[in-house]
């Protein structure tokens, strides 16, 4: 039995950075007498002693620094979600339509991610939250819910690409759009080669772009609106009428709204690879907060405020791929900027790819870890790379050479089917694993201590379930009858729920398979010690008392930035 195994069974948490790999010193001598260059090499070697004994590396070079938590948690994953499909939900709902889309789904993710940040401070996990479906919920439903997230991440990959050399196109039509692909593709492999260091820095540098630009676009559309542009003084013009489509259109923006937020949960998996988790995702949640409140609410409404629903620029209303915040500052009659801001959701997809990769490979180590897929995918390097897993990833992206054929648009679509509605079973999950938890907890008697608690606790997951079952309501009624009265065809129903069939099908595929037919697990025989986060209350209060009596002392600058960031 492995030390970390043997510490798990006795309800001890060991976090990574007090795993310790011993070698031989003739071998470290050997690797210090190598280039750097050749050391870079030699560190994709698949390690055997670390494999065999358990053992997962971690150093400090390895892990997520503190202000890279903070940038993933504030803008990872924005792009094509916010900055490109954001057109077609305002195309088919009209502006009231679409901001009520956005505000029931801010609502749901800000309580998941409420949820999902008391589960991983109480069951800290480095790489994955998903093992809380096994844990938790049931190994079958954990086994569907791994392959779905990770589907919806892996076709992520070939179409943030493809995305990416679409936007190219503003300026240059004549260059076939595989070229950009292939130079897009080379670029996400440069990064992510190193993994989650490589991952880190390229997210910082994405983010920090990506929250200069939506701050001075937030700017210049107040400009906008108050008169400062060539059409004069907008106000409220573009309100009237306020819904297109009646309830059908506010119906279709749920699934389109979802799809722009997911990856928000992606805080909580980076916030497990630094060397402090807890501290880490104290502040990434406040982070989330002001996400939600300026990247996606604030920039929503005030692209209603300057963007007409009938405009005919907006994809729906066209086969324009423009993106609506580009329509909005050229309405405006502004030259230069709409190029520059054209640049930025070019990052922008560039940032979602590399974030997916990040995503895809993730969940590829836990499903080897957990049995549910080749073991192969769980090896690591001596960087402590799963390198296997990263190379599929990386291997998927190649898909988005499809780009180039004339038979893309049909290729993508049943890309987009896959990934559609897999968020919703995932923020579904995370909710019921935090009232599963809560609850045995009741009935096994426990009062365990919470480093973190959720905002509404059990009230705000119970909430968040409501809304995602609702959703997915939704998405079967619009599905049924589309929008402008279009007649019903299988292609178009299943592009548009397909991710529900395949969830049953992985579901019901792995009882039969295991013969397993248990529904869930029962609250009295649920594990609720193993891998706990053990925490001397008396301790952790002292510190708490401490750490408030040295905020006190500090200026009320930097206590309101505390607060608040």
């Known amino acids: 039995m492995s030390f970390k195994e043997s510490n798990l069974e006795d309800g001890y948490s060991v976090s990574s950075s007090q795993f310790q790999v011993t070698t031989k010193q003739a071998s470290n001598d050997t690797r210090d007498k190598d280039s750097s260059f050749i050391s870079f090499f030699k560190s994709f070697k698949v390690d055997k002693t670390e494999i065999e004994n358990g053992v997962e590396v971690l ?7 503190s202000y890279q938590i903070k940038l993933i948690a504030l803008s990872s994953c924005v ?49 994955n939250f998903l093992i809380y479906n096994s844990r938790f919920i049931d190994e079958s439903w954990a086994f569907a819910m791994n392959w779905n997230y990770c589907m919806q991440w892996i076709v992520s990959i070939p179409l943030s690409l493809v995305g990416a050399s679409m936007t190219i196109q503003y300026w240059n039509d004549d260059i076939n759009p595989g070229a950009w692909v292939a130079i897009f593709w080379v670029c996400i492999c440069a990064i992510n080669i190193f993994g989650v260091k490589g991952y880190g820095y390229g997210e910082s540098v994405f983010s920090v772009i990506k929250v200069v630009a939506i701050i001075g676009f ?41 799809f722009s937020f997911a990856g928000t949960e992606l805080a909580a998996i980076a916030a497990a690879e630094t060397s402090n988790p807890h501290k880490a995702l104290l502040k990434a949640t406040k982070q989330i907060f002001w996400r939600i409140a300026v990247f996606y609410m604030l920039s929503v409404i ?34 230069v900027l709409p190029s520059i801001f054209n640049a930025v959701i070019l990052i922008a997809l ?18 080897a870890e957990a049995g549910h897929g080749p073991k192969f995918l769980a090896y690591l390097d001596r960087k402590g790379r799963p390198i296997f897993s990263i190379v599929i990833a990386l291997a998927f992206g190649l898909i988005g050479f499809v780009g180039a054929s004339k038979n893309q648009e049909t290729v993508f679509a049943w890309l987009l089917a896959l990934s559609g509605l897999s968020c919703i079973f995932i923020w579904f999950s995370i909710s019921l694993a935090q009232i599963r938890v809560n609850y045995a907890c ?3 008697g426990l009062d365990l201590y919470r480093p973190f608690r959720a905002i509404g606790g059990d009230y705000g997951a119970y909430l968040s379930m409501i809304i995602n079952v609702l ?22 129903f299943f592009q548009a729920y397909l991710a529900t069939p395949i969830v049953l099908v992985l579901y019901v595929g792995h009882k039969l398979w295991t013969r397993n037919w248990r529904m869930y697990i029962k609250a009295k025989d649920m594990d609720l010690l193993t891998g706990r986060n053990q925490v001397d209350v008396e301790v952790a209060l002292e510190e708490l008392h401490d750490e408030k009596q040295r905020w006190k002392q500090n200026p009320w600058w930097y206590k309101a930035v505390d607060v608040w960031c």
């Open 471 to 492: 959703i997915l309501i939704a998405q079967f009624y619009v599905a049924l009858y589309p929008i402008g009265g279009q007649s019903l065809q299988a292609s178009t």
């Open 218 to 258: 937030a700017i210049l559309a107040i400009i906008l609106i108050a008169g400062g542009g060539k059409q004069g003084y907008i106000g409220g013009k573009n309100w009237h009428p306020p819904f297109a489509n009646g309830f059908r259109g506010t119906c279709n923006t749920l699934v389109n709204a979802s």
């Open 59 to 65: 150093t400090p070079e390895d892990s997520l620094r």
């Open 302 to 335: 005030l692209l209603c405020f300057l963007v007409p629903y009938n405009d005919p620029k907006l994809l729906g209303n066209s086969n324009s791929s423009a993106s609506p915040f580009v329509i909005a500052i050229s309405n405006g009659g502004i030259n």
């Open 79 to 127: 792009g094509s979600g916010l900055f490109i499909s954001s057109a077609s939900i305002l195309s088919s709902a009209g502006p009231a339509g679409t901001v009520i889309g956005y505000s029931i789904v801010a609502v749901l993710i800000f309580f998941v991610v409420q949820a999902l940040g008391e589960l991983t401070s109480s069951y800290p996990v480095r790489g």
């Open 350 to 367: 560039l940032s979602v790819a590399n974030a997916s990769v990040f995503a895809t490979y993730k969940p590829l180590v836990a499903l």
């Open 442 to 444: 009741k009935v096994q």
